[in-house]
């Protein structure tokens, strides 16, 4: 036993990106689970917040490390899958139950074109969701479509249950493909965020997160050479 609560103690731990320590990541965690008998309870409220309450945003792609940080991510209120990711893996450590972030190169059947044109890609080499340690076991859930998101492009919202993996499923609500993991990384305490920027460089080029579309504007995409002109 003593072994593995020192085993835990890495994925209760604050880092610069997962600020787990921040006072109003704490602030909300507690709002969220104080009232709640076990952990499983816990897990499946801060999930749903993430999910739903911060909005997906494929836009908020950046390749700077402060628009990675948790607390930065919460006041914003919406990220994409790695910032998603991040900021359930803080709530989760604030809350007392560890966590860590996992990594997959996925291929989203679904989606938009217009996003493939700009960006030059059909494959995701660093999708990001949150593995949780509950019940003696590590069990990967994945916040970063939001329910109403889900409802409007047609596909199923990730449910869970606090017991079993909770991930993007691999068909649509008609039927057609929709998720296809093609390979999985190995789990990190930290964002390893120099990993995730080479890809993301390579594909965006230099940008932060656009907060709105107006901030895109100009911007050239190096694989298509796809300049940004928002509305």
């Known amino acids: 036993m003593n072994n593995m609560i020192e085993d835990m103690t890495i994925y209760l731990k604050p880092t610069a990106a997962i600020d787990s320590n921040n006072e109003v990541i704490r602030q909300v965690a507690m709002e969220l ?5 076990d952990e499983a309870e816990k897990a499946r409220s ?27 991510i919460l006041a914003r209120g919406k990220g994409y899958c790695v910032q998603k990711a991040i900021i359930l893996t803080a709530l989760m450590r604030a809350a007392g139950i560890p966590s860590r972030l996992g990594f997959a190169m996925i291929k989203n059947h679904q989606a938009p074109r217009e996003l493939i044109a ?25 916040p970063a479509f939001d329910k109403k998101l889900c409802e409007k492009i047609g596909v199923p919202a990730v449910e869970f249950d606090g ?8 068909y649509d609500l008609s039927g057609s493909r929709y998720i ?16 995730v920027r080479d890809k993301i460089v390579s594909i965006w080029g230099e940008k932060s997160s656009w907060l709105t579309m107006e901030e895109s504007k100009g911007h050239r995409m190096p694989l298509t050479g796809y300049v940004f002109q928002p509305e």
């Open 33 to 37: 689970t104080s009232s709640l008998p």
């Open 118 to 142: 700009q960006s030059g890609v059909d494959i995701f080499p660093r999708h990001g969701y949150t593995q949780l340690f509950l019940g003696k076991k590590w069990v990967s859930v994945t």
């Open 46 to 72: 801060l999930f749903y917040f993430v999910r739903d309450q911060i909005h997906y945003s494929i836009y908020m792609v950046s390749t700077r490390f402060e628009d990675f940080v948790a607390s930065t």
């Open 180 to 195: 296809e993991y093609i390979e999985k990384f190995e789990p990190q305490a930290d964002f390893p965020f120099e990993w």
């Open 163 to 170: 017991i079993n993996d909770a991930q993007l499923a691999p």
